[in-house]
């Protein structure tokens, strides 16, 4: 093991951290740090859906039945808005690595407010389902009408599902508008570690579109079941 | 290796800033990014967990002295065995190595300067502890009992426990060991010195890159599980309880999905300490290198095609029971690889019976008869009869008391002079290791025995057969051995801590990056990064070096 000495932080970034030799080493370890993050929120859904496929193959016909009372016109609503703010992501990170700030800003602000449009009318979703008493547990008692003939047992059931996934999601949803916000605050106070390199925008961005990835599994396992 | 860096510098230098005394406050610990003074606290954390854990383990102990009881009630004593295996499980053995050694040795290991995120490592640490607090609150208001597999629909429909607050510090467990599993996956891919190839890295950082691959695939599983049985807990939501609509065994499913190869997790970086240990300590590469990695893998695979023999005697198809059955018996194929190539390693080399080659060698024992003793519960007929029986307890115990804590043992007398730069007695040490090992065969022996005849595990009392009293109470002495010689470390460590003679750069004569740098290291780890040119474990290259090196010098003098 020879000892020759490596030029330790030959150019200095403003951005690089005491542990890397340079940025190009740290955007990498950033980049498979993410992925791995990303896996791991992979797994984490991954068991949701697993349940999910479970009752769905047990109950096909309850599922059919009571997915009536999903809103699929808001769902598909929604849909659109996220896949929107997925491309005004994308647009945000091409002009961070062209460093233009004011364009990034816009973007991510447009992002923002796609995320906050996703959310109200999640709002009014769920408020329709407390209306019809359709949040699962205790109070759990629909009229007939709203329960379309399923299982009573099942239709909680599937409600629990819905509740439970999407109100994952919103959550994650949540996260991001918190870590935009944040991220946005950095190019607004031109702060070194964004303008000087696109990758922070870029992890943001990957996270982005991976919540907006999951609600396109959500959007047809919830809203669009064949008979 | 070049000369200088080998041997101890013969002029003494001056005192110099090393990464336990750069800051003294407080603060400088608690806002800390060093990967050092983490695992550091991680230590602190893991010892205290452990002894909370150990406590609980001396009180079964005692407890199964009678057949109908010495001292707990029934409620009482199934929220001592619940706390025992939470506490062990989720706050000593799954952040033990990875968290203290991992931490501490993989950046010196591949010639970092500190782990890729500073900065999450120390959030792992506070969220580790966040969980590890939360657990302490469930205890000390009233306990858990529903053991610490969580199981449905006691955990979410009849326990009238703290059943909740367990649950969430189990899931702030999990997400530490999430992210230390990030940490390592980006160090290793990312952070090597040049010249550290992936076949130049030591079989450790091997070993804790497999267990990290299993950090993120299974324990977002269990994370999800847990938040459901929370949910039906909480919103009475029919997800896993039959009443509700659920499924049982869909929650047994996903459970073990994470929580076999959790084993894993606590298994493979002591099979990575195992491997440091038998090649620095027999002065030998570690015979077949490349396969002990790739097994490394293997187990990380094949571990999470195997759950399902935890559920032989559930409603699980026979068929699925079979293919389980049979990737099981799989998984002995790489743990055997491992154990005939460390054997292979210390035939002919030049062993050094120091401490640690003592849990070198216990380790080696002790798993192989955990391993074996697996596979009388991969085979279905055989589980069938064992399932829920002290053969199971004694098994697992031998797997991870016999093989993680001895590993963790292990590495803590390898590295302790690495780590603070002070000598503990080594005849102290070599009488600890010996304790260990008799008491803890004397505990687990005799449990394979009782097993056999009938015996089921969580009983409070027995006294339909008290013909087993005896076992019991071979089993309760070794324990009080066994704790005897866990407790002999803590003095003798700590003694060495403030009186203990001061370690040289690399008091064992071993080879690695990390035994380059000063005991303790510098908080920059290197003072300059070092390149990598000679292959790992080469010890036979590093004497002819030496020799050389010493020619060259008196050469020189003349």
């Known amino acids: ?227 | 290796m070049s000369k200088t860096l080998i041997q101890p510098r013969e002029i003494p230098e001056q005192e110099e800033l090393n990464y336990l005394n750069n800051g003294t406050s407080l603060k400088s610990w608690l806002l800390t990014g060093d990967h050092k003074r983490i695992a550091v606290l991680y230590l602190i954390g893991i010892s205290f967990f452990f002894f909370i854990g150990s406590i609980a383990a001396g009180l079964i102990r005692l407890q199964l002295m009678r057949p109908t009881g010495v001292l707990l009630e029934n409620d009482t004593y199934n929220k001592v065995f619940t706390a025992h295996g939470i506490v062990m499980i989720f706050f000593f053995l799954v952040p033990s190595i990875p968290a203290v050694f991992g931490n501490f040795f993989i950046p010196l290991m591949i010639g970092a300067r500190d782990l890729a995120f500073p900065r999450l490592n120390l959030l792992s640490w506070y969220v580790y502890m966040l969980g590890g607090v939360m657990f302490l609150a469930a205890m000390l208001g009233g306990g858990v009992d529903t053991g610490w597999t969580f199981y449905v629909p006691l955990s979410s429909m009849y326990s009238n426990t703290n059943v909740s607050l367990a649950i969430l510090a189990a899931f702030m467990a999990g997400m530490s060991s999430i992210l230390t599993g990030v940490n390592f996956i980006a160090t290793i891919h990312k952070m090597r010195a040049p010249g550290m190839t992936w076949g130049r890295l030591p079989l450790f950082v091997w070993a804790h890159y497999a267990t990290s691959i299993i950090m993120v695939l299974g324990t977002p599983v269990v994370a999800i599980t847990l938040v459901l049985v929370l949910f039906e807990r909480t919103f009475k939501i029919g997800i896993f309880s039959p009443e509700l609509g659920g499924d049982p065994v869909l929650f047994q499913h996903m459970f073990w999905f994470y929580s076999h190869p959790a084993v894993y997790i606590m298994v493979l970086p002591g099979m990575g300490v195992q491997s440091e240990l038998i090649a620095n300590f027999c002065r030998k590469k570690v015979f077949g290198y490349h396969f002990i990695a790739i097994s490394s893998l293997a187990i990380a695979a094949l571990g999470f095609l195997v759950w399902g023999h935890h559920m032989y005697v559930s409603s699980q198809s026979m068929y699925q029971s079979t293919v389980f059955s049979l990737l099981s018996f799989l998984v002995a194929i790489p743990s055997a690889i491992k154990i005939f190539n460390w054997s292979a390693t210390i035939y002919k080399g030049d062993v050094r019976l120091q401490t640690p080659m003592y849990y070198a060698l216990a380790f080696m024992g002790l798993f192989t008869i955990g391993g074996l003793t697996g596979l009388y519960l991969a085979s279905i007929a055989t589980d069938v009869h064992l399932t829920a029986t002290y053969f199971v307890v004694a098994h697992f115990h031998y797997v991870m008391v016999g093989g993680a804590l001895t590993a963790y043992l292990g590495a803590i007398h390898y590295w302790w002079p690495k780590m603070f730069g002070r000598l503990y007695s080594d005849s102290l040490g070599k009488v600890s290791a010996l304790l260990v090992f008799v008491g803890f065969n004397l505990t687990f022996m005799p449990q394979f025995i009782v097993g056999w005849l009938g015996m089921p595990r969580r009983y409070s009392v027995y006294y339909l057969a008290p013909e087993f009293q005896a076992y019991h109470i071979m089993s309760t002495l070794g324990s009080t051995v066994l704790g005897i010689g866990l407790f002999m470390p803590l003095c003798y460590l700590t003694y060495s801590l403030f009186k203990g003679p001061r370690a040289s750069a690399n008091p064992w004569g071993a080879h690695g990056l990390e035994w380059l740098t000063s005991s303790p290291p510098v908080t920059e780890n290197f003072k300059q990064i070092p390149i990598v040119t000679d292959e790992v474990y080469d010890f036979d290259y590093e004497r002819d070096h030496r020799e050389h090196a010493e020619e060259a010098d008196s050469e020189e003098v003349e």
């Open chain 1, 1 to 227: 093991m020879a000892s020759t000495a490596v030029d330790t932080h030959a150019h200095h970034h403003p951005g690089l951290h005491h542990q890397f030799e340079d940025i190009e080493q740290q955007n990498e370890a950033y980049l498979v740090g993410m992925w791995s993050f990303m896996v791991n929120e992979i797994m984490f859904f991954g068991g949701v859906f697993l349940v999910y496929c479970l009752y769905r193959w047990r109950y096909q016909d309850d599922f059919y039945a009571i997915h009536h009372e999903l809103n699929w016109k808001m769902g598909a609503f929604n849909t659109t808005v996220l896949l929107f703010s997925s491309f005004s992501m994308v647009m945000a990170v091409h002009f961070a690595t062209l460093k233009d700030r004011m364009k990034t800003l816009m973007n991510l602000a447009l992002t923002c407010a796609c995320a906050f449009t996703f959310l109200i009318v999640k709002y009014f979703e769920y408020g329709a389902k407390f209306e019809h008493k359709l949040f699962p547990g205790p109070n759990f008692r629909p009229e007939l009408e709203h329960l379309n003939g399923a299982n009573p047992n099942v239709a909680q059931l599937f409600m629990s599902l819905y509740f439970g996934i999407t109100g994952l999601h919103a959550l994650h949803i949540i996260i991001g508008i918190l870590i935009i916000g944040i991220l946005m605050g950095f190019w607004y106070k031109k702060n070194p570690l964004v303008t000087e390199d696109f990758l922070p925008t870029e992890m943001v961005g990957l996270y982005w579109h991976f919540v907006d990835l999951v609600w396109i599994f959500l959007f047809p396992l919830f809203y669009l079941i064949p008979r």
